[in-house]
């Protein structure tokens, strides 16, 4: 006597789900897991229709999926989203260039307009030069702030509103469990949050924020998805190593902590004094991005990458140092100034200059001007 | 002796231990160590049927080509490694235990590459 679908009573199954530990087979998985995906954004209220939303896409596994998911429910549901893919191009040769190529191949499979803004055009720094010139130490903290400009500058760019992320509930537990190990209280509470949205940037949702990353493979698997696999080559952030692996002997031991952890990072009401810092926003003075000081932190690093001085943004003594050694010099590469400008997308698939400022010609969207 | 053959195959980006191979054919003896040794034993040596915790020990030794702390973890595969037996999810299908038939096909993939 065959085991039957725990759903369906009529097939053979194929899956164990982690998050209820039922047997299903293969047409309820992906039932199940679109249907899941679904509730998800219409209980979050996530879109209007005739939202512009961008699929933020790197080619990985969970954005792959996240992009075949989110226009088959556009499609079936009738959400009324254009959607975007949106990749952002780190300049890590054998990396990024190879797995832009799956999101090339994303855009012809699903029929979506794409924009790919890299480091080199915005800030004139490709990760690769960055660690020639900082070494491995921090050069996740250059990336990290450089990406998350990066996305809502392209978003600006397609004109659109809201970013959707291939982030999943393992994810975010890795994420609950950081902020607890690094005793990061603010940011604990929010870091669960499905969609974030600062003063004027752009709105974030991760619509696989309870989907399991177990799941989004298997889906990817029995729907021949093809994305792509491979470690970033700068990357070994060792203490998210360490989380993840603990995250992942937790969840073989019994498979709802992921979605436990969730909860617990959920229910952490914070208080006023510990969210006081990150309420605090300005615009930064140089490139009208959101910043909690005179400068961005992008802005910062960069500055720092450009005077030779690359601690700067990554420690205050170095910040300080930085400050000391004389006011910015003239001349001094900088980003682009950020507007926000949702009423009037630009509908060039480049980046567009900003009028009446001079342009490095190697380097198109990056602009000298004097400082002060 | 008589011999097993199956087909393992690697993806999410584990076959990049696997000398960049996604597809390996392979032959494996129908009887193994209990002990899961891939090396030659002689006739005193207890055995028991293959099956997958023997594979993963025999993948281990003989095909794997780098950082073995990737692919295994306390005589299985580490947590993040999902393992299907001809397109089922080895959970349910009773995991290492599971005795290898002729013309399976096994596959592994690693979930924690990338995003
Ligand atoms: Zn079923
Ligand atoms: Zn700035």
Known sequence: MPRLCALCSAQRPILKRPKTGQQICKTCFFHVFETEVHNTITEAKLFQPGDRVAIGASGGKDSTV???????????????????????????????DDSLETVKQNQKEYDLPLKILSYNELYGWTMDSIVEAVGRKNNCTFCGVFRRQALDRGAAMLGVDHIVTGHNADDVAETVLMNIMRGD???????????????????????????????????????????????????????????????????????????????????????????????????????????????????????????????????????????????????????????????????????????????????????????? | MSEISLKVEFGGGLELLFSNQKSHQLSLPTRVASDD???????????????????????????????????????????????????????????????IKDGDEIVFISTLHGG
């Open chain 1, 66 to 96: 996240l992009a075949h998911v989110m226009k088959m429910l556009n499609d079936r549901y009738n959400y009324g989203l254009e959607l975007f893919l949106l990749s952002i191009d780190e300049g890590i040769t054998g990396y990024r």
């Open chain 1, 185 to 372: 209280i603010a940011r604990l509470g929010r870091c669960t949050a499905i969609c974030t949205q600062g003063e004027d940037t752009i709105k974030r949702s991760k619509p696989f924020k309870y989907t399991y990353e177990k799941e989004i493979v298997m889906y990817a698997y029995f729907k021949r998805l093809t994305y792509f696999s491979t470690e970033c080559i700068y990357s070994p952030d060792a203490y998210r190593g360490h989380a993840r692996s603990f995250l992942k002997l937790l969840e073989a031991a019994r498979p709802s902590a992921i979605i436990d952890i969730i909860h617990s990072g959920e229910a952490c009401e914070v208080g006023e004094e510990a969210t006081k810092e990150l309420k605090e926003r300005k615009i930064c003075k140089r490139c009208g991005y959101i910043a909690s000081n005179d400068l961005c932190k992008a802005c910062t690093l960069l500055e720092g990458l450009e005077r030779g001085m690359a601690n700067a943004g990554i420690t205050d003594r170095g910040r300080k140092q930085l400050e000391a050694s004389g006011p910015t010099p003239d001349g001094l590469r900088t980003i682009p100034f950020f507007q926000m400008n949702t009423d009037t997308p630009l509908d060039s698939a480049s980046s567009t200059p900003i009028p009446g400022q001079t342009v490095d010609a190697r380097i198109p969207a990056v602009v000298h001007v004097t400082a002060g």
């Open chain 2, 37 to 99: 040794s891939t090396s030659p034993f002689g006739k005193e040596q207890e055995t028991k049927a293959l099956d997958i915790t023997y594979l993963i020990h025999w993948l281990r030794d003989h095909r794997l080509k780098e950082r073995v702390e990737l692919f295994m973890e306390n005589d299985t595969v580490r947590p993040g490694i999902l393992v299907l037996v001809n397109d089922t999810d080895w959970e349910l299908e009773g995991e290492g235990q599971y005795e």
